[in-house]
């Protein structure tokens, strides 16, 4: 656990260095192109154009960075004081100060975001923006003295090792070894902290004294990539074969290196056919003199050939190391594939993997998809499923029970637990973690994958779909709320019982609801709801430990700022009675990188909580509830707006 809460936070810093950089790539790139055309050895030299070249890589791309960076934190507020702050490094610094605003960007929005808070309701009225003014302008102040006395110098020395350091590895010949951590430190979504937090700073320092840097191809290279590709092409088996051209095209050409961790992880000994390859590839480039003049963004063939010095042995020094590369990648990569095991490799469960290593939705995993079946005619019933029935799913079908309602289609919708889907299921609609899960379970049904319950895009698809198919027929085919429920509950209702036995006013009452609370986690969220929902009654002690399960088997946020922690199926027998506890968290606390705002821990037995959990699903699928809730300054107020879905 501990290990893979350092890789993620490794991650996320690496993210955010990411997000720093990656907005203001077309400034590189224009500084790149300026580099190479005008200075005295460009291809169309020009000296007033090339007057242009030492400002905007000493104070416009600094500047840009230590912007974006104080926005990331506290919106343009914070862009303002991060880039007045970044001021201070880059006057105090001789060489281009990337990393110095790296780290007075976003501290100077921190700064500034504390003050706000610190200060908020307490300026009288009329005096907001000679306060916001005057604020900003001395924190940035102080802010930019500090970093051109202290933080300046102090990033001028550690890049000064930076640099030696790269330069004793070229000159001793090691440099290639760095595709030992570079090569799979791409596949753990590792790789933005080394990118853009050492390599591309160092890269542009390099490129201002000699004009390029090979520091730019040691990640962006896509030979190791293409050459594992391509060994899949030849010797690869079933749906990993077959998809590995396709693969290898959006790889190759459109830079997304992201494509092709899925095949590496399907055999991890493939590990060693990209590390070999990018050492080749690296060699290959030392040995000629290859390298760019900007960062390649992203790293596809057409984006390094953009940013390659334009002269004839510039060119053959990095097309040869992305060929040797891929040359080696694919001997290896055919060599581990043809004496490895002879079983078909499933690509599906593969990136499914990768998207969980990332930490958040992949941008290719939908590539690998599996089909989601034919589209029915004259549908009747649409049934929602998760693991346990009782929460997520709930709340998805009466949010599209509405819409179907609204459009007046004679279609029921239900929601039931995974295990529980019926076998003349026509159209199941599951998280998308969930629905390799319910295909097994009815292949024959039309299946579609959704990761926002509240908002999903994919509601006004489906159903633009089924009204395309004729049956949209003008009358009023869905009973009101309240006739509703006990479709809802089809799945989930004992014979016997009574689900009007339990008063509404039991399920949620003020006691339960917390808030302006703060975590530094959702795990810590998430006890803190189950504990909430023990000390009421709800639930038995062991029903916490199986809110954390659930949460782990598919995230429990839904959209629109919500999460919905609940127990799985499994822990229905230690929900005593049904019962809901809310927690107001008004700073957010991240959920898989989603940042949830409200958080609804629910407890459901016999269906008794789906009619408020329905009204809850509708007041949260629009933003304006959202704000008005995590605003409430009192739990009587907070339920009223609940209890406007329920009316």
Request: some cysteine; overall charge negative; proline content about 4%.
């Amino acid at each position: 656990m501990a290990h893979f809460n350092i890789k993620v936070a490794v991650q996320k810093f690496g993210n955010f260095l990411s997000s720093m950089v990656m907005p203001n790539i077309s400034a590189f790139i224009a500084w790149g192109l300026i580099t190479a055309l005008f200075i005295p050895s460009g291809f169309l030299p020009n000296e007033s154009l090339a007057k242009m070249v030492t400002p905007m890589v000493t104070f416009l791309l600094p500047l840009l960075i230590g912007y974006t960076g104080g926005k990331l934190i506290h919106d343009h507020r914070g862009g303002v004081v991060g880039a007045i702050a970044t001021m201070g490094v880059i006057v105090g610094s001789d060489i281009p100060m990337f990393l110095g605003a790296m780290i007075m960007g976003p501290f100077g929005g921190y700064v500034i975001k504390k003050f706000d808070q610190l200060i908020e309701g307490k300026i009288k009225a009329g005096f907001e923006m000679l306060v916001n003014n005057f604020s900003a302008g001395i924190i940035g102040g102080l802010l930019s003295i500090l970093s051109f006395l202290a933080i300046g110098p102090a990033v001028d020395v550690f890049t000064g090792w930076l640099v030696a350091g790269v330069d004793w590895l070229v000159g001793t010949g090691l440099l290639p070894l760095t595709s030992i951590l570079i090569e799979p430190a791409k596949v753990l979504f590792l790789n933005n902290a080394i990118n853009h937090g050492v390599l591309s700073p160092i890269g542009v320092e390099q490129v201002k004294q000699t004009g390029a840097s090979i520091l730019f191809l040691l990640e962006s290279n896509p030979g190791p990539g293409i050459g594992v590709l391509l060994a899949y092409c030849f010797f690869g088996k079933g749906t990993a074969k077959k998809s590995a051209p396709g693969a290898a095209i959006i790889h190759f050409f459109g830079g997304i290196h992201e494509i092709y961790f899925p095949y590496i992880l399907m055999k991890p000994m493939l590990f060693l056919a990209v590390i070999l390859g990018g050492m080749s590839g690296v060699f290959t480039l030392v040995l000629l003199g290859g390298g760019l003049f900007a960062p390649a963004s992203p790293g596809s063939i057409l984006a390094i050939t953009a940013v390659t010095p334009h002269n004839a042995g510039a060119y053959i020094a990095n097309f040869a190391g992305v060929i040797v590369a891929a040359l080696v990648s694919f001997i290896v990569g055919a060599f581990i594939l043809k004496t490895g095991k002879q079983s078909e490799e499933n690509i599906e469960d593969a990136a499914k993997k990768m998207q969980e290593m990332k930490g958040k939705k992949s941008s290719v995993a939908d590539v690998f998809a599996s089909d989601p079946g034919t589209m029915p005619t004259n549908v009747s019933k649409i049934i929602f499923a998760c693991d346990a029935g009782m929460g997520s799913s709930a709340m998805g079908a009466s949010l599209l029970r509405k819409k179907v309602k609204e459009a007046g289609l004679n279609i029921t919708v239900t929601n039931t637990a995974i295990s529980n889907i019926p076998a003349d299921a026509q159209i199941v609609i599951t998280q998308e973690e969930l629905t390799p899960r319910a295909q097994n379970k009815v292949p024959n049904a039309y299946h579609v994958s959704v990761d926002n319950f509240l908002s999903s895009p994919e509601y006004d698809s489906l159903l633009a779909r089924l009204q395309d198919d004729g049956t949209d027929e003008l009358h009023e085919i869905v009973e009101d709320a309240e006739e509703k429920v006990p479709d809802v509950r089809e799945h989930s209702i004992e014979p016997g019982i009574n689900v009007d036995e339990q008063d509404d006013n039991e399920l949620l009452r003020e006691e339960n609801v917390f808030l302006n609370q703060q975590f530094a986690n959702k795990e810590e969220a998430i006890r803190f709801a189950g504990r909430a929902l023990v000390n009421a009654g709800y639930v038995k002690e062991s029903y916490i430990e199986a809110m954390i399960a659930r949460d782990e088997l598919t995230s429990t946020y839904m959209g629109n700022d919500v999460a919905i922690p609940h127990g799985t199926e499994e822990a229905k027998k230690d929900v005593l009675k049904s019962g809901f506890t809310v927690l107001q968290i008004p700073e957010g606390v991240d959920f898989d990188g989603q940042k949830a705002r409200l958080i609804f821990g629910i407890a459901g037995k016999d269906g008794t909580h789906l009619e408020i959990l329905s009204g809850i699903a509708v007041t949260c699928s629009e933003m304006e509830n959202i704000e008005k809730m995590v605003k409430a300054t009192s739990a009587r107020e907070l339920m009223d707006i609940i209890n406007v879905g329920n009316n």
